[in-house]
């Protein structure tokens, strides 16, 4: 079965809920359209994301409008609808109430707020490694998708076979989805946002993260770049989109297309 594409997801709003999308246009050199387009930022100019702050900000349920153009915010207490672009004061003070410190809301709608800024290009993850991972830790594959948040989903792969699809950042991997053109560069280190449940921000495992590294270097693929693994708790792959790629559009379906050669699959070579 030729890998395709069947999961993308923008996060417009850094470290809030995702928008799945069927379509999106890349931003050459950058990564896709409206991925973290705003973020939350302290007064010391440090992000003020679930790294930080954990359960505060993963309780927060967010929404969107048509294009992301508004936003509905909610938690416990209730909820509230805002203009994203309009309303970015009122944004701040409903967070700043919420968080119980003061924000701001800044917005780059050229590169957004990537976690990688070498790597700024879309996280990318394969179906059958979600369902992998979700095992280990019984746990449903929806709730796996929240914690490890990639951004595009593959399926037709074996699991961790998008390992493949990285090198390293003096010599990344060239593959293609649909018409964009991919440079695969490493495997995404984890902080220890995945070990939170994703909708309570609760640690229910405190040995998460060392178990998934035992698990995940049980299952590490032949014939993969291990330079890049210091340590196993990485997931999904880091990547690169050139300039000339600007304003292509990935869409539901599209295939994988590489020179890789692994297992029984046979990516037809990029042209």
């Not at 924000?103 to 369902?131: H, K, M």
């Not at 010599?171 to 939170?196: K, T």
């Not at 994703?198 to 035992?214: K, L, V, Y």
């Not at 210091?230 to 792959?237: G, N, T």
């Amino acid at each position: 079965m030729t890998p395709r594409l069947t999961g993308i997801r923008i996060y417009p709003i850094k470290s809030l809920d995702p928008v799945e999308m069927s379509s999106v246009r890349v931003i050459g050199g950058a990564g896709l359209t409206g991925d973290r387009e705003f973020a939350l930022v302290d007064a010391r100019g440090n992000f003020t994301n679930a790294k930080r702050l954990g359960e505060r900000i993963l309780r927060i349920r967010a929404g969107y409008g048509p294009a992301a153009g508004t936003v509905r915010l909610s938690t416990a207490s209730g909820s509230a609808a805002f203009s994203l672009c309009g309303q970015i004061q009122t944004i701040e003070n409903w967070f700043t109430v919420q968080l119980g410190q003061s924000v701001t809301l800044q917005r780059n709608p050229r590169r957004g707020f990537p976690d990688d800024e070498t790597a700024s290009g879309p996280t990318i993850i394969g179906a059958a490694t979600i369902e992998t991972v979700a095992g280990w830790f019984a746990l449903d594959p929806e709730e796996i998708r929240r914690r490890f948040r990639a951004n595009l989903e593959l399926d037709g792969l074996a699991p961790f076979e998008e390992d493949h699809l990285f090198g390293s950042e003096d010599r990344p991997v060239p593959f293609r989805i649909g018409d964009v053109e991919f440079q695969g560069v490493n495997p995404c280190a984890r902080c220890s946002v995945p070990s939170r449940d994703s909708m309570s921000g609760e640690i229910r495992d405190p040995q998460f993260a060392q178990r998934f590294a035992d698990l995940r270097r049980r299952c590490f693929p032949d014939g993969i770049e291990q330079s890049a693994f210091d340590h196993y708790y990485r997931l999904s792959v880091n990547t690169k989109i050139g300039n000339s790629q600007n304003g292509k559009r990935l869409s539901i379906g599209d295939a994988l297309v590489s020179r890789i050669k692994s297992g029984t699959l046979l990516k037809p070579a990029l042209h």
